[in-house]
């Protein structure tokens, strides 16, 4: 049977808070995975509170990936653009 996700945790503050708080500990490299839909401003406003200090993924591929250097992410992962049912897409 097919069941509704469930939510374990949401947090109080907004991933653009947490983004800060990064920045301001000054740690490199944490990752904003954009999960399903709908989540992309949030993505997008974390990149704006510490750019060149977050990666991004989630939906990541060719046509789209400049834009989120642009927003300010040092990286790009594109797991779901290189792998197609656990082997490489060729």
């Not at 490299?29 to 997008?44: K, Q, R, W």
């Not at 792998?83 to 897409?89: A, T, W, Y």
Request: aromatic share 8%; no cysteine.
């Amino acid at each position: 049977p097919d069941r509704p996700p469930v939510e374990n945790f949401v947090a109080k503050r907004s991933p653009a808070e947490f983004a800060a708080l990064y920045a301001q500990a000054q740690l490199e490299g944490g990752h904003v995975i954009m999960l399903g839909p709908g989540n992309e401003a949030s993505a997008l406003a974390a990149l704006a509170a510490y750019p060149g200090g977050l990666q991004i993924g989630g939906g990541i591929n060719p046509q789209n990936a400049t834009r989120y250097l642009d927003a300010g992410a040092s990286h790009v992962i594109v797991t779901s653009y290189v792998f197609r049912d656990g082997r490489p897409d060729e």
